[in-house]
């Protein structure tokens, strides 16, 4: 199956209320159904082999033929190719995969599978324009997961987030390493395994791990991580958010892993 809402959530358990949000899965994405009662399906997120539940009505079956994914942090579906437009936009996060039809000046005619609400499930394409400048064709990766993860500076802090309209630390660094064609799961307590230990001083891309929290560094000195602290995504310097996190109880940093991105 394919995702048809914007964004939704994939929780532990088929309940709307108090079912822990696990993650998100995004629009164009797969979702392997193990099981459909109509109302919730239950299955595993192609992206990363997450298991869990999300709302029956997200899922369309696959219409579109994805050829290129949304790189900016957020773009906009327009319904015609011109920048002055009195259409009403549909916001589309990165990650969002599309099927591009053609290009016409700097934007693309593209397709994605959408239901467009729950009265009307059996709706499941739609179309519009993308700007050229905010698509990846599939088949090329990103060079740098660091750049990747700082165009999401100023996102909001959200639990479970994946998108651009919200995304918490281990969502922000599964974006940028997938991006750029790195396998990587969606938990932190897994994301630890990744690469190598880093040793020496801290390079571009190591990952900072604390108990339940990483961070990606910028350099030797700063970070970038989705922040519970400031409830966003923002840079800060590695020294201070260390003496921050261990003076708020949660403990010191646990380790420094380096991966390096695949060539070609």
Known sequence: MTVGHVTTPLR?????????RQKELILGETFDMLEDDGTWA??????????????????????VTATHVIAARQSLLIDHPRIRNADEPLPLSFGT?????ESVDDFASVLIPFTFDDRDAHKTTTGGYLPLAHLRPLDQHEPDPVAVAERFLGTPYHWGGDSGFGIDCSGLVQAALIACGIA??????????LGEAATGPTRRGDLIFWKGHVA???????MIHASAHRMAVVQEG??????????QGDGPIIARRRITPPRG
């Open 12 to 20: 532990a358990q088929p309940h709307d209320i108090g079912a822990p």
């Open 216 to 222: 990606m560094a910028l350099d030797e000195q700063v």
């Open 42 to 63: 239950f299955g595993q997120c192609a992206r990363d082999g997450y298991v869990g539940y999300v709302v029956r009505a997200a899922l369309v079956e696959p219409t």
């Open 238 to 247: 590695i020294e201070a958010a260390a003496a921050r996190i261990a003076a």
């Open 97 to 101: 995969r599309v099927e591009v039809l």
């Open 184 to 193: 990587c799961p969606r938990d932190s307590d897994q994301q630890i395994t």
